[in-house]
Nanobody, 123 residues
Framework: VQLQASGGGAAQAGGSLRLSCAAS????????MGWFRQAPGKEREFVTA????????DYADSVKSRFTISRDNTKNTLYLQMNNLKPEDTAVYYC?????????????????WGQGTQVTVSS
């Protein structure tokens, strides 16, 4: 599966952004999906994940109640709605697909990665 992330940009603290990840190739609904992010000088970290049909999600504590992951299997697209953004959310955001229907936070369990989209939040 090929993944293409988009929707990043600049926002003020307290603002919102919505990321999208378009998938092509093998059946999108075969994969659990996740969002990860990497800030300068830091390791890539888990943000959120969703199972194959959207019925189960998981979030990092740092984004709970602010970010929402969703997917539309009819459009082969994954979304990340980010509200109440904070400067510490500044990072390159990556979407990823896992060859399993079960959502999981472990970065190394994901087989396919998008190219990343930059999110910059100013105070």
């Amino acid at each position: 599966v090929q993944l293409q992330a988009s929707g990043g940009g600049a926002a003020q603290a307290g603002g919102s952004l919505r990321l999208s990840c378009a998938a092509s190739g093998r059946a999108f609904s075969s994969y659990a999906m996740g969002w990860f992010r990497q800030a300068p000088g830091k390791e890539r970290e888990f943000v959120t994940a969703i199972n194959w049909n959207g019925g189960s999600t998981d979030y990092a504590d740092s984004v709970k109640s602010r970010f929402t992951i969703s997917r539309d299997n009819t459009k082969n697209t994954l979304y990340l709605q980010m509200n109440n953004l904070k400067p510490e959310d500044t990072a390159v955001y990556y979407c990823a697909a896992r060859s399993s229907r079960i959502a999981y936070a472990l970065r190394t369990s994901y087989n396919y990665w998008g190219q990343g989209t930059q999110v910059t939040v100013s105070s």
